[in-house]
């Protein structure tokens, strides 16, 4: 079974660093765009940073100049880092990816789990 397995996030002090990783776990055929995005309590999910499948990237507003991503398509594993936390980065992060399953060869949207992230002040 094709899927996302998230690790990282926790309890981190304001000022300090995130670091998550996302990992494509079964019979993948091949890795297309990844990212991250999180849902805060009361509030829409909202773009974190995304790897696109020509390599270019995009970062949500809230988080431009604090955040990093990277993917290994061989891997089809990604990391993100976020510096200068806040507890306004206090929110549930979900990877997403594109993945095309070995059997199918037909590119489909997954979601990892999502993962817990609470900075405190």
């Known amino acids: 079974q094709v899927q996302l397995v998230e690790s990282g996030g926790g309890l981190v002090q304001a000022g300090g660093t995130l670091g998550l990783s996302c990992a494509a776990s079964g019979s993948v055929l091949r890795l297309g765009a990844m990212g991250w995005y999180r849902q805060a309590p009361g509030k829409e999910r909202e773009l974190v940073a995304l790897v696109t499948t020509s390599g270019s990237t995009n970062y949500g507003d809230s988080v431009k100049g604090r955040v990093t991503i990277s993917v290994d398509k061989v891997e089809k594993t990604g990391w993100m880092q976020m510096n200068g936390l806040t507890p306004e980065d206090t929110a549930v992060y979900y990877c997403?990816?594109?993945?095309?399953?070995?059997?199918?060869?037909?590119?489909?949207?997954?979601w990892g789990q999502g993962t817990q992230v609470t900075v405190s002040s």
């Open positions: 997403h990816a594109v993945l095309t399953p070995l059997d199918s060869e037909i590119p489909n949207s997954y």
